[in-house]
């Protein structure tokens, strides 16, 4: 029931304390047992860990447990509480309740209606089955399961790619997933700001235990490397930084030892150009809500638009599909994006084409219909083409299908 939970349970009566770590460690769950709110409070504010539940007696000897949920309302949101109170206290209980905590259990109680209750209260797990965040291809699966893997580690960690890719975005996927979430992601964008020594410090302060991710690292001067390097002696928080598709090149821009550091761990992102179906897929994952923007919206992106986009060699990767697609949407005027709002720049070429370029679009769409409608057998698109298998294997190899 609490499999991988963590709780803090502050108590001090010692016989009610250890007969509730005792089952709770045994349902599964990672507990803390402070007998006051002056151990307390610092483990439940602790950056490190995001804690399911806090388990508080009404009384406790330096103070109430009421006093304890108050301060931790005033610097922010609190994990679910669940007190434990008397008969005396119910009165205070419910006045928690109606001030944010979960709920509250009468002593004496039945362990199994506690664990029951615990378990009310504390938030539902996201499903372990994450949706895609790169794309569908072989190549964006691989790159999502190593950010899941990253999220797992304390080492530094080098994102590589082009401009466009959301290299940023991964780095907060990384910092979200990890035992860190509850913590900081300082970002220092080099690439659009001076990064120098000081603001090293400052942003090494801010992220504390959480995560500094450093966007074009290579950018930074050597008294700025000199200050990171310092603070990685022996670091609070996790470096993510950020470098360009072919990395530092030589290393001249970057210390031999801070580039070795990085490239211990590292993602490296394909650009779009070599996942065309991941471009359809996050056009077609953007289009709601640019649509939605619309005071007539659109039905949907057409299938010859679609062609495009997985024709298109996108210089500015993801970042290209957002723009492009956002004045398709607007500039629109029936009632689909087409591949002339996505490219106007190629109407006047489209509607010049010769008559091999027409015949060879137009035999192109009808060998995919018939291999749509057999399944892809190219013997029964043959027949449905009227052509021989040996005809139509040769214009899908001149078609490259």
């Not at 006045?95 to 109680?109: E, M, N, V």
């Not at 890719?165 to 300082?186: E, F, N, Y």
């Not at 035999?363 to 009227?386: F, N, P, S, Y």
């Amino acid at each position: 029931m609490l499999e991988g939970r963590r709780i803090v349970l502050v108590e001090d009566d010692e016989i009610m304390g250890a007969s509730l770590v005792q089952r709770l460690t045994l349902e599964g769950a990672e507990v803390q047992w402070h007998r006051g709110i002056a151990r307390a409070l610092p483990a439940i504010r602790t950056p490190r860990k995001v804690l399911d539940a806090v388990i508080c007696d009404i009384r406790l000897p330096d103070g109430s447990g009421e006093e304890l949920y108050d301060t931790l309302t005033r610097t922010g949101h609190p994990p679910p509480f669940l007190f434990i109170t008397g008969e005396g206290g119910i009165n205070q209980a419910v006045r928690l309740i109606r001030s944010g905590a979960a709920d509250y259990i009468t002593k004496p109680f039945e362990i199994t209606k506690f664990l029951q209750r615990l378990a009310t209260v504390m938030r539902p797990r996201a499903d372990q089955e994450m949706p895609p965040e790169t794309g569908i291809s072989t190549a964006a699966q691989t790159v999502d399961r190593q950010v899941a893997d990253a999220a797992i580690r304390e080492t530094a960690l080098l994102i590589r790619g082009a401009p466009g890719l959301g290299k940023l975005r991964l780095a907060r996927r990384v910092h979200d997933l990890s035992d860190r979430k509850a913590a900081p992601m300082v970002v220092c964008n080099a690439l659009r700001d001076t990064v120098g020594e000081d603001a090293v410090h400052t942003a090494v302060d801010k992220a504390d235990e959480g995560s500094l991710v450093i966007i074009g690292i290579d950018r930074l001067d050597a008294e700025a490397q000199d200050a990171l390097m310092a603070a990685l002696a022996a670091p609070r928080f996790r470096l993510v930084a950020t470098l360009g598709p072919h990395g530092a090149g030589d290393g001249q821009s970057l210390r031999s030892d801070l580039l070795s550091l990085l490239r211990a761990h590292e993602i490296v992102v394909p650009p779009l150009a070599d996942r065309p179906d991941d471009a359809v897929w996050l056009a077609a994952q953007l289009f709601p809500a640019f649509n939605a923007r619309r005071a007539e919206p659109l039905t949907s992106i057409a299938a010859t638009a679609e062609e495009a986009i997985r024709a298109h060699d996108w210089p500015g990767n993801g970042r290209e599909v957002r723009a492009r697609l956002i004045r398709a949407t607007e500039a629109a005027t029936g009632d689909m994006v087409l591949t002339s709002d996505l490219f106007p720049e190629r109407a006047v070429e489209e509607a010049m084409r010769s008559l091999a370029e027409v015949r060879d679009a137009a035999e192109r769409a009808q060998i995919v219909a018939a291999l749509d409608r057999t399944g892809g057998q190219v013997g029964e698109a043959a027949k449905l083409l009227r052509v021989s298998r040996t005809t139509l294997w040769e214009k899908m190899q001149k078609l490259e299908l």
